[in-house]
C-alpha cells in the first residue's frame, strides 16, 4: 500500500513555457503533499507543504508565482513551473503523509529539462 | 535555523559492515529518519527513530543519541544493490515537514 505517483516521469520543455507535474497518491488519500527539488549529487530541498484545500506553504527562497502548487483534492496535487527558465531544469519529487503518520510516501519523480 | 551533516562519500568492501554518521542541529525535534535513494529514483523508506538507542531491522540498524545530535545507520552483510545514497533526514515538528541531510553516497566494491 501507500503508492504515490507522478506524471509525468520525464518532461522536456522550451523556455518561457508552463510545465503541470502531478503526484497522486493512489490508494490513501493524503492530507498533506510535499514538493521537493533535487540537483544532480544534491539533496532533496523542499520547496512547498500543501494541505487539500488549502494555499500552499511555501519554504523562504521559492517564488510563489513561479511554482505554482493546487492540492484539489485528498488524492491529487498539482506543481505548475510557470515561464519556466533553463535553470528551472531539475528532479521534481512529491511525497505524501497522512494525519498523524510520520512516515511520507514518495513519488517516483519528474526530470524537467527546460530548453 | 536546521543544520544536517553527514559525509559525502563512502566506499566498502561487499560483504562488510558500514557506518553511515548522521549529526543535526534542528529547531525542534520528533524524529530522525533514514532513506535509500538509487541514482535518479526517489528516496525509499528505511527507518525511524524517536527515541534514543538502537532499533535493528534485517540487515540494516540505525541508532539515535537526542542529547547528542547524532544517528547512524548501520549495514551489514553488503550486497551490491546497496549501492546508494543514504540521505539522513530531521522531523522538525509542523506539519510532518522533514528537512534532508546532503546525502551520503556509498560506494560498494568486490
Known amino acids: 500500500g501507500a503508492v504515490v505517483s507522478q506524471h509525468p516521469s520525464r518532461v522536456i520543455c522550451k523556455s518561457g513555457t508552463s510545465v503541470k507535474i502531478e503526484c497522486r497518491s493512489l490508494?490513501?488519500?493524503?492530507?498533506?503533499m510535499f514538493w521537493y527539488r533535487q540537483f544532480p549529487k544534491k539533496s532533496l530541498m523542499l520547496m512547498a507543504t500543501s494541505n487539500e484545500g488549502s494555499k500552499a506553504t511555501y519554504e523562504q527562497g521559492v517564488e510563489k508565482d513561479k511554482f505554482l502548487i493546487n492540492h484539489a483534492s485528498l488524492t491529487l496535487s498539482t506543481l505548475t513551473v510557470t515561464s519556466a527558465h533553463p535553470e528551472d531544469s531539475s528532479f521534481y519529487i512529491c511525497?505524501?503523509?497522512?494525519?498523524?503518520?510520520?512516515?511520507?510516501?514518495f513519488g517516483p519523480g519528474t526530470r524537467l529539462t527546460v530548453t | 535555523g536546521q543544520n544536517i551533516d553527514q559525509p559525502t562519500e563512502m566506499t566498502a568492501t561487499e560483504g562488510a559492515i558500514v557506518q553511515i554518521n548522521c549529526t543535526y542541529q534542528t529547531s525542534g525535534f520528533n524524529g530522525l529518519f533514514w532513506y535509500q535513494q538509487h541514482a535518479g529514483e526517489a528516496p525509499t523508506f528505511l527507518s525511524y527513530?524517536?527515541?534514543?538507542g538502537l532499533e535493528e531491522k534485517g540487515r540494516f540498524s540505525s541508532f539515535l543519541s537526542r542529547s547528542k545530535g547524532y544517528s547512524y545507520l548501520l549495514l551489514k552483510e553488503l550486497q551490491m544493490k546497496d549501492s546508494a545514497s543514504y540521505l539522513c533526514a530531521v522531523d522538525s515538528g509542523g506539519y510532518q515537514k522533514v528537512t534532508f541531510g546532503t546525502g551520503t553516497k556509498l560506494q560498494v566494491i568486490p
Open positions: 490508494d490513501f488519500q493524503a492530507t498533506t
Open positions: 527513530n524517536v527515541l534514543d
Open positions: 511525497s505524501a503523509s497522512l494525519a498523524g503518520d510520520y512516515e511520507q510516501y
